[in-house]
């Protein structure tokens, strides 16, 4: 029996398609893996998996295509091998490669019919979104986290692209809320991993990201205590190994530090004091308490068992870092440390007790271990089924693009929480004001040897676009032209770092009446002598942005109300605009989030069409 029996009794005249198909795959981590199986065993003629990563112990549990053996080995090379057993018919292509690397330009990108996202890394999702959009490549966009996820279709010009939507950004935390009044478990957990551990084992991390740095006056002064507590704890750091280091650093960070904050009367006028800890009397009260208390994950630790669990997890901690020092030999080299790993037991052990002990100092509830450990890796459990629902949803897209019926493609929701774990929602057109895919693209030829940005600005922008003075012309390093700066019109292109598959944004700086910006993905090429120096296809025309309707005209004031109704979020009861609270801001962009929520009784069926296919729609 041939093994494409079913996947073509199933797809039907899709089938074809499908072997033809050559496709991307980027990562091959959590859905990489699944979705990888998924094409596999599809039948889809050619699959290229690209992926930066080696593999990790704890990618074990849910990236079932890795095992023991292979760990710190490339993922996308073990991936490749281990999926080639379920089809040895297909072809797969592995680069152990960052997917930013020259290789992968927009020529390799356009020789794929489609490709799959399966990253965990904001800047490598917003560089694929380019590049698809640039190579006019359709691109089916995931995401997961925890029990939640996400299927995109992005298609040029007729969807939305990634980054038409804000993204979520890292937190980071003021310096003085870390050091002074934290008020939060995750606030002590960022003390204990970010500034105790990296002082004790690591190199001071004066410009964590985690820290807030911003120059107000309260933050530059709990800066300049943070830095003097760090030159104390450097002292001490250099008795490690004696047998009072341990007793040093606690009485430093969990006794004076806490004794000095409580002296100061203005902090704890609406507060609750901080109360030191008592280093003899939690010595009695650990006796008996034996250290293996760090292997239970999911309790809460009493006082007397954080204690226990910090002192030995200092020991141990000093004893791998000083047998580190002792293995250096070269006195050149920089001096061993120890980084934060969420894997490292040790260390996660360290963090724990320590955030914990802080906590009970501040009235805070201490956390467990397993809780400390996702806010300390900044991570959300990954959920094995989570993953492989969203594969599958991933290859359903794909069906929809290579049968050319993108109307039939959703955007498709996963949620715990909802009426219904899959949901879906139509896909959107392209927000005109998005800064990726709401803009003009093209492909500039440039004569290496030739070429200077003066040509680009005379001859291409001005003559041939007939741009007016007022443009600036940026890289991803920065502005290299405005009317203000041309120092750089006579240099090369490649001066100025500019070369093949490096992008080029114009922006029209004119008041009146502006274009769209311009987004020019450049191509190094020796043209003739007798031609320009660079070349920009004759039918390129970029549009003037849409003018912006004007303010309605002031009404009369009346309480809260417009003609008998309340006056919408954002205006006024005058009609006119008004700034926005925070707290309306933030149910807005809820209520965006949750516009694709289906009502309950809202059902999926199966209808069989004509070509002998079974199809789930799901619109």
């Known amino acids: 029996m041939a093994r494409d029996r079913y996947p073509r009794q199933a797809l039907g005249a899709l089938h074809l398609k499908i072997k033809q198909a050559r496709v991307l795959l980027v990562g091959a981590g959590g859905i990489g893996c699944e979705l990888l199986k998924n094409l596999v065993l599809t039948g889809f003629g050619e699959v290229h998996i690209v992926d930066l990563d080696t593999i990790d112990i704890s990618n074990l549990n849910r990236q079932f295509l890795f095992r023991h053996e292979h760990i710190k080995k490339p993922k996308a090379l073990v991936a490749k091998e281990s999926a080639r057993k379920f089809n040895p018919h297909i072809t797969l292509e592995a680069h152990h490669a960052n997917i930013r690397n020259p290789q992968f330009n927009i020529d390799w990108f356009r020789s794929f019919d489609l ?60 310096v003085c809320t870390i050091r002074s009044t934290p008020s939060q478990p995750i606030h002590c957990i960022v003390w204990a991993k970010s500034y105790l551990f990296t002082e004790m084992f690591g190199t001071s991390e004066d410009e964590s990201p985690e820290f807030d740095h911003s120059e107000d006056s309260e933050n530059a002064r709990e800066i300049e205590k943070l830095r003097q507590e760090s030159q104390a704890l450097n002292i001490i750091r250099e ?128 956390k467990s271990k397993f809780d400390i450990k996702q806010m300390a890796g900044n991570i959300i459990p990954a959920i094995a089924t989570t993953n492989a629902m969203t594969a599958g949803l991933c290859v359903m897209q794909a069906f929809k693009i290579l049968r050319e019926e993108l109307s039939a493609a959703r955007m498709v929701f996963l949620e715990r929480n909802g009426a219904r774990v ?20 093209s492909r500039l030829t440039v004569d290496p040897e ?52 490096s992008f080029i944004t114009v922006v029209d700086d004119d008041e009146e009446n502006p274009r769209v910006n311009l987004s020019l993905s450049i191509l190094e090429s020796p043209l003739p002598s007798d031609s320009k120096p660079v070349v920009l296809p004759s039918g390129v025309t970029v549009p003037r942005k849409p003018k912006v309707a004007l303010a309605p005209s002031p009404a009369p004031l009346t309480n809260g109300t417009t003609n008998g109704h309340a006056a919408p979020i954002g205006t006024s009861a005058a009609g006119m605009k008004r700034k926005r609270s925070l707290e309306e801001s933030s149910n807005e962009s809820h209520q965006a989030l949750k516009k694709w929520k289906m009502v309950a009784n809202t059902s999926i069926f199966i209808e069989d069409s004509h070509d002998g296919a079974i199809v789930i729609d799901d619109s």
């Open 422 to 441: 899959i949901n879906s929602d139509t896909l959107k057109p392209p927000n005109p004001n998005c800064t990726v895919c709401g803009v003009v693209q």
């Open 450 to 501: 030739r070429a200077i940005l003066k040509d680009l600005v005379e001859e291409v922008l001005k003559k041939q676009l007939e741009y007016g003075e007022e443009i600036t012309i940026n890289t991803d390093v920065g502005t290299i032209y405005d009317p203000e700066l041309d120092d750089n019109l006579p240099k090369k292109f490649l001066d100025l770092g500019i070369q093949t598959d």
């Open 115 to 174: 490709v799959f996202n399966a990253l965990d890394n904001l800047d490598a999702r917003r560089h694929v979104n380019k590049m698809c959009l640039a190579a006019e490549v359709p691109l089916i966009e995931s995401g997961t986290t925890g029990f939640n996820g996400q299927v995109q279709v992005i298609v040029k010009g007729k969807t939305e692209c990634y980054d038409c939507t804000t993204k979520e950004v890292p937190k980071s935390f003021p």
């Open 239 to 366: 008795s490690m190994g004696s047998e009072d280091f341990v007793r040093k650093v606690f009485e430093k960070v969990f006794v004076d530090d806490i004794n000095r904050l409580g002296s100061i009367e203005d902090i704890w006028k609406t507060r609750k004091r901080p109360v030191a800890l008592d280093f003899d009397a939690l010595s009695q009260s650990a006796l008996g308490i034996s250290t293996s208390t760090a292997c239970q994950v999911q309790r809460v630790w009493t006082e007397a068992e954080n204690f226990t669990v910090f002192c030995d997890s200092m020991r141990r901690l000093s004893k791998r870092l000083q047998q580190a020092q002792c293995l250096a030999r070269d006195a050149n080299s920089p001096p061993p440390v120890l980084v934060f790993d969420k894997d490292d037991e040790d260390a996660l052990n360290f963090v724990a007790a320590s955030a914990n002990l802080r906590s009970l100092i501040f009235g805070i509830e201490p």
